[in-house]
């Protein structure tokens, strides 16, 4: 980004965070990308505009399912000092204290939560049915919780419900619980009305004041895995519009998961992006193009 003259507060895998004063921050959402806690070398082209019409889109229709931190994603709304090519890609947000907690509601058996449960027949834990195969749908959705570790500092680590409940405690514990598996749901719906699935999803929250809101982004490509209900198998890994393409090309790659990462080919670089797209115009049912700032 060019022409900030706003304080630059933090760095993540794909957001940078600016002062905005007033309790309030500007998160602008790069076209970095990350797999296997890797930042990549090569970006991907309107990546982070796509993920911030996602994450607006979701926002405000979740809002009174769970509070969130989003107050404007007009440019007009942003402070002196927000450089001109943040308008699409910036959303002007409550600051808050995050809470060190990745949050995440599961209605299939898939990604990591299968890889236990084909081994222990658990996930994070918690003992699941047995017989059940990847991918496939659960009785009822489930809540799980990993680590939150900064960038660079190594992987997230899965927790069982208790060691959870240490972590932040018993009703920050429980507040997150219920409203990450209230906007499960409510997104399910409208997923499914658009022939899509909403196989899991990761929150984050963070305290306003006393009251946990969702923070950062919302079911976005890259903090849900959203299948094509058409394609949907079970026993198999169905076709995903996240980074799931980045990962499966990895895996033919030979790459060990250590930086630096092996350069991305220009297919995979364009299928990408062509996920990303797809999936926020068949889930808002908007034209991509409609969005803010100039698409590449």
Not at 53 to 63: G, I, K, P, R, V
Not at 160 to 184: H, K, M, N, S, W
Request: charged share 25%; proline share 5%; glycine share 8%.
């Amino acid at each position: 980004m060019t022409g900030v003259a706003l304080p630059h507060r933090y760095t993540g895998k794909v957001r940078d965070l600016y002062d905005a004063g007033r309790d309030r921050m500007l998160m602008v959402a790069s076209d970095r990308i990350s797999v296997f806690d890797v930042v990549l070398d090569d970006e991907i082209p309107d990546k982070g505009r796509a993920l911030t019409a996602l994450s607006a889109f979701w926002f405000e229709q979740t809002a009174a399912v769970a509070p969130n931190h989003l107050l404007s994603v007009q440019p007009g709304a942003f402070p002196d000092g927000a450089a001109d090519d943040f308008a699409g890609r910036a959303m002007l947000v409550r600051a808050a204290r995050p809470i060190r907690l990745e949050c995440i509601a599961r209605g299939y058996l898939f990604g990591s939560a299968w890889d236990e449960y084909e081994t222990t027949g658990t996930v994070c834990g918690r003992a699941l049915p047995g017989g059940l195969r990847r991918a496939e749908r659960l009785a009822e959705p489930i809540f799980t919780t990993t680590t939150k570790v900064e960038p660079g500092a190594g992987h997230d680590e899965t927790l069982t419900d208790a060691e959870a409940r240490t972590l932040v405690g018993d009703a920050t514990f429980e507040r997150c619980r219920d409203a990450a598996l209230a906007v499960y749901r409510f997104a399910t719906a409208h997923v499914e009305a658009r022939e899509l699935i909403l196989a899991d999803t990761k929150l984050e929250f963070g305290f306003v004041d006393d009251t946990v809101v969702v923070i950062d982004e919302l079911l976005t490509s890259d903090s849900s895995r959203y299948w094509d209900a058409e394609q949907y198998e079970v026993g198999t890994s169905p076709p995903s519009f996240d980074k799931q393409y980045v990962r499966d090309y990895y895996a033919t790659a030979g790459w060990d998961h250590h930086p630096p990462a092996p350069r991305l080919p220009d297919r995979v670089i364009a299928g990408t992006r062509a996920r990303y797209v797809d999936a926020y115009e068949r889930l808002t049912g908007a034209r991509f193009d409609e969005w803010f700032g100039p698409a590449r």
